[in-house]
């Protein structure tokens, strides 16, 4: 089976990458502290599931690019 991200997630994130495409990276670590600093998320587990999400979408638009 795979991973499932709920709607919220993939909302959240999508929204906070076009709003702050330059402060993102593909670094999980990294994003999880952009998240601390730019949203007011009280759960660990959702700010960590948003940040995972933004990791990936970020390794993904790279791959885009680089292949362009």
Do not use: C
């Amino acid at each position: 089976m795979g991973k499932v991200r709920s709607a919220l997630v993939k909302r959240t994130a999508r929204r906070l990458l076009e709003e702050y495409p330059d402060k993102f990276t593909d670094s999980f670590e990294e994003n999880k502290r952009v998240l601390m600093e730019i949203a007011d998320i009280k759960s660990k587990k959702l700010r960590n599931q948003i940040a995972g999400y933004i990791a990936h979408l970020v390794k993904i638009m790279k791959r885009v690019e680089a292949s362009s």
